[in-house]
């Protein structure tokens, strides 16, 4: 089944090249904001867990007033939509390695991603109602 | 297809673009890797982790709904929270949180083009896990700390 193409630079057939760019479908895009998510969720995953962990038992009037403070407020926000990107992200490729049926596995991603934008404008909601 | 020499090719079936079918390795890995090295363990466990995140980020935002509905509602997650099942769930959590973290570090410093070969692997792969086990104890001496004041 040897084919002669114009262009010997690349392995590539054109039929592959049109069907989706390769197996990742969209270059570097998902890889690189998964770094970039990664690295901005770091410091900020530290900063709410060890918040969290200090207001242990603290009651809600405490919880509330500690929300309610602008700097906290702002960085739960950005905590809250870097969380739930770099999670439905990282739900994706699980989904794309282990599942084998295309529509299964489109159905699950687009679930995956539907839940992530509901909770994560809930949560938002809840700490702009606290906040402002 | 050829005649198959050994088990594991049997999932090892792609397809090219063309539809064509091809063997090569796809995942799932679980059946052929051999588990109990530092690195095919340590790479699943943070994939697993992560997954386990999922249960804290749902608890975080239930925590977040909580506050803002009001005290019966944040009552009803303090109660959890201090539970057996709830300690259970957290402590579980913060371990889990803690490995997934430090793995991920362990992954960046690889994209920046750190430490791959093997005894540098392992190495990190030993202080990822002494890390999880020293910041989890931490983390819960100090959540302890709070709620006793």
């Known amino acids: 089944m040897a084919h002669e ?9 054109p039929l592959g090249r049109a069907r989706g760019l390769g197996a990742a479908k969209s270059g570097m895009h998902h890889w690189w904001t998964q770094r970039v998510t990664s690295a901005a969720l770091l410091p900020l995953t530290l900063w709410f867990v060890l918040s969290a962990a200090s207001l242990a038992g603290a009651g809600h009037a405490a919880t509330v007033e500690w929300i309610a403070r602008p700097w906290n407020a702002v960085l739960l926000l950005a905590t809250i939509g870097l969380t739930f990107h770099h999670t439905a992200s990282g739900l994706q490729v699980i989904i794309e390695d282990y599942v084998r049926q295309e529509w299964v596995k489109i159905t699950a991603i687009l679930v995956t991603k539907a839940i992530c934008v509901v909770l994560a404008l809930a949560a938002a909601l809840a700490v702009l109602r606290i906040a402002v | 297809m050829s005649r198959k020499q ?14 064509s079918a091809v063997q090569r390795p796809l995942s799932p890995h679980l059946q052929v890797y051999d588990m ?18 999922v249960g804290g980020v749902l608890f975080m935002v239930w925590w977040l709904l909580a506050a803002a ?17 709830g300690v259970i769930f957290l402590f579980g959590l913060t371990a889990a949180a803690w490995f997934h973290t430090l793995n991920g570090v362990r992954h960046l410093a690889w994209d920046a083009g750190y430490g791959y070969d093997i005894p540098s692997t392992y190495r990190s792969g030993r202080w990822v896990l002494v890390g999880t086990a020293l910041a989890t104890a931490a983390t819960w001496i100090l959540a302890t700390g709070a709620w006793l004041t």
């Open chain 2, 6 to 19: 050994d088990a594991r090719e049997a999932i090892m079936v792609g397809h090219r673009s063309d539809g």
């Open chain 1, 5 to 13: 193409y114009a262009r010997s630079t690349t392995l590539r057939t």
């Open chain 2, 36 to 53: 109990l090295q530092m690195t095919s363990a340590l790479s699943i466990s943070g994939r697993i982790t992560g997954v386990v995140w």
């Open chain 2, 69 to 85: 509905s009001g005290a019966d509602a944040f009552g009803a997650v303090q109660w959890f929270a201090s539970s057996v099942i």
